[in-house]
């Protein structure tokens, strides 16, 4: 039972470097999401998506870009990263949308030096 | 501004006892609200949920209790067992279910 796959789980990066967090699922969920965890600061939802071919803003977009080309994968990309975007991101998953539980990766930790 | 809030940081009881964990929305639109577990170099997991409809929701040794007119909620874990050291986040969703809002989390630390 994969459930929720991240990578890569770590990853250091330089400013104005980017990169590429992948997130596959395996239940057949139409819903996927990436968050990020800071301390103090809970777990804030950087993007969604309510289907294949369709994002949106979540909470603290700016500097990131997604996309869903395929049902069962919801890439985050990074195309300038900078040191705020030091953070843990975890993607998530659900069958019908936030009232609905959803189910989260392990975490990509991710340091930008 | 945190529309959840979990205005403690870290709570320490001894094994058997009762933990009692806190949480406090602004938004009033919010009708659904989730208690999730998190262990170190883990994800969150789902524990536990309830929709505004009720004030009480048991699933074993974990009760949810929500408070509407206060804007509360509470976590009562009894008794509380070494393992259920994690931290726990708070979570509400509004009527449209556009977002998912968390707290800053609790650490709950279980004394043997």
């Known amino acids: 039972n994969a459930g929720v796959t991240q990578t890569p789980k770590f990853r250091v990066l330089k400013t104005g470097q980017s990169m590429t967090l992948l997130c596959a699922q395996d239940m057949n969920h139409e819903y996927m999401y990436w968050y990020r965890q800071d301390p103090g600061m809970g777990l804030r939802l950087i993007h969604y998506s309510v289907g294949e071919g369709t994002t949106a803003k979540g909470e603290v977009p700016d500097g990131y870009n997604v996309s869903r080309l395929k049902k069962q994968n919801f890439l985050l990309g990074l195309e300038s990263a900078a040191p705020s975007q030091t953070s843990v991101y975890f993607c998530?998953?659900?069958?019908?949308?936030?009232?609905?539980?959803?189910?989260f990766g392990e975490g990509s930790w991710l340091t930008v030096v | 501004d945190q529309q959840v809030k979990q205005n403690s940081p870290s709570l320490s009881v001894q094994e058997g006892r009762i933990s009692i964990l806190n949480c406090d929305y602004t938004?009033?639109?919010?009708?659904?609200f989730l208690w999730y577990k998190k262990y170190p170099a883990e994800g969150p997991t789902f524990l536990i949920s309830i929709s505004s409809i009720k004030d009480k929701n048991e699933d074993g040794r974990f009760t949810v209790f929500l408070n509407k007119s206060a804007k509360h909620l509470s976590l009562h874990i009894v008794p509380s067992q070494p393992g259920d050291s994690a931290v726990y986040f708070c979570a509400a969703s509004d009527t449209g279910r556009r977002a998912l809002t968390f707290g800053s989390g609790t650490r709950l630390q279980v004394q043997p």
């Open positions: 938004n009033s639109m919010f009708d659904y």
């Open positions: 998530a998953s659900s069958p019908e949308g936030f009232g609905n539980t959803i189910y």
